[in-house]
Every structure is written in C-alpha cells, then in structure tokens.
C-alpha cells in the first residue's frame, strides 16, 4: 500500500519499537526510501531516545544511594 | 538472562531467611529505576528522593508478599508509582481530582516537527551537555500522563506490559500516549538541535541502527 507522510508518522514510535505487523513495515520502509522529511522525523526521534537512555542525560541526585542504603541499615538495625 | 533471573530469586529467598543485609545488593540495581519513577510522578528532586527511599523501605518490609510472578522490577515500579501518588496527594489535596482527567488535546493526533537538515548533526551534539539538559527540559514540561508513560519505557525501559501494569492503564493507552509524547518531545527538541548543532556530514552512517 502507498502510503502517505501523516501515516508513516501516526505509526513512528511502533516502528522504532518494532511492533508493527511486516506488511505495514515493508510499507513504511519503502516510502523512507524517497522521503527526506519522514527519515529526518524518524532518525530525530531515535537519537532522542539513544539520548534518553543514556544515563547522563537523566542522573540521580549526588549522594542519593549513600543516603537510601544508609536509612536502609537503619531500618534493619531497627527490626 | 535467566542466570540474573535465578540469583535475583535465591537472593530474595536469603533476604527473607533473614540474611537481611542481603537486600542492600538486591535494591542497588533498581535504585535508579524507583528514583526516576517517583520524579516523574512528584517533579521535583526532593519529594523524589523521599519517596523513593520510602518505596524502598516499604519494599523491604513487605518482601515477603513478593510471590514471584511478577518480575521484581514491575513490582518495584508499582510500589514506586503508589509512593509517588501519595506523595503528590499530600502535596496538592486541592488539584487530586485533575489527575486522572483526560486533558485537553489528547484525542488529536499530534504530529511530529518536520526536518530537513537534521541528518548534518554531527555525534558530538549529542555528546553534549546542553543538550541532554534541553531533553531533560523537554520531558519535564510534558503533561502528566506522557511524562510517566516515557519515564517508565524510555527511561527505565520497562516493556508495554510491565508499563501498563504499574500505571494501572491498558497496553493501547500506553502505546498512544508514548507515541505522543515521543511527537512531542521530537517537536520541542528539534529547534534546539537546529540553532545550537553545527553541521558535519557521515555521521548517520555510522550509527548502530544503520
């Protein structure tokens, strides 16, 4: 089926997480191949979650599993 | 892997036979996972960080009603989400109610940022600091609801299934509403990356998805 840019855009994020039927991906894949504009959208959304799941980008507060595991002995010690 | 999967449980079982020390090594893996939980919940690094010791705590004292069919992460991430609710009850008696309304706009299809010069961003962008602040940013000025919904998926990379059970939603409602909050989170990112990202050829090419 020829699809169209809002298409291939309603379906991005199952795409990326691989979870749509082989028909619909052999679709989507072949309007990528001429379409800048949906490669550009579908590569900007993966780098953000490659940046996502980069631990950097979302950090614990300095010190917090000093301080969890200290009130956890407390906790033990306590019963 | 089902090595982690069998240690995971004899250390539960050696926890609750009262080598309770134990349970500082069977937390220390999730401990950022119960931290982000209650952040995207309360928003804010202090409520945060009570919470998720409290939910960790309440983990302790309640082990022993782990059964074991759940895995314990999706466990974790309920008690995480329960502890963050609570905490945000106490906080905003007065807007409780709007919690689980529908908000405006959810219905429309949101539509990503359409591109043309991302692909000259070259991987040292990404590298930088700005950049992860602009993302952070970004997820902490999605509403609510896609804000928990990326938090568990994307962030702690919690499955459908294990999403929509901590939440407490059905699997569809997760998918819609992580897709929307990935448009959204596209949308205000691009800009970003736009002004600040000078441009470099070949670096598409070499990235893992190729």
């Known amino acids: ?5 809002k298409h291939v855009w309603a379906h991005i994020s199952d795409y990326i997480d691989d979870s749509v039927s082989p028909e619909l991906r052999a679709d989507i894949e072949r309007h990528l191949e001429h379409c800048e504009i949906c490669s550009a959208i579908l590569d900007s959304t ?4 490659v940046l996502t799941a980069d631990d950097r980008t979302f950090e614990l507060p300095v010190g917090f599993s000093q301080r969890l595991h200290e009130r956890l002995a407390r906790e033990m010690a306590a019963g | 892997m089902a090595t982690e999967q069998r240690d995971e449980k004899a250390l539960i079982a050696r926890v609750l036979s009262g080598e309770k020390e134990l349970f500082h090594e069977l937390i220390r893996p999730y401990e950022r996972m119960v931290y982000m939980t209650v952040f995207s919940i309360v928003k804010n690094e202090t409520d945060a960080e009570d919470g998720a010791q409290d939910a960790i ?7 022993s009603k782990f059964r074991g069919e759940a895995k314990f992460s999706t466990w974790l991430t309920t008690i995480a989400v329960n502890e963050g609710r609570q905490k945000l009850r106490r906080h905003k008696r007065a807007k409780e109610d709007s919690l689980d309304e529908p908000i405006a706009g959810e219905e429309e299809q949101f539509t990503p940022a359409p591109l043309t010069d991302w692909k000259e961003i070259p991987l040292e962008a990404l590298e930088r600091k700005a950049l992860r602040e602009a993302l952070r940013n970004a997820v902490a000025e999605l509403p609510d609801i896609y804000r928990q919904i990326f938090t568990l998926r994307d962030i702690e990379e919690l499955n459908v299934a294990e999403t929509a059970a901590a939440l407490g939603i059905n699997e569809n409602m997760v998918k819609v ?3 929307r909050a990935r448009m959204m989170l596209q949308k205000s990112l691009v800009p970003f990356l736009k002004t600040t990202a000078p441009a470099r050829k070949g670096f598409w090419g070499r990235m893992p998805w190729n």
């Open chain 2, 177 to 179: 509403r992580l897709h």
């Open chain 1, 1 to 5: 089926m020829e699809l169209n840019c």
């Open chain 2, 57 to 63: 705590v309440n983990a302790y004292r309640h082990l």
């Open chain 1, 46 to 49: 993966r780098n953000i979650l």
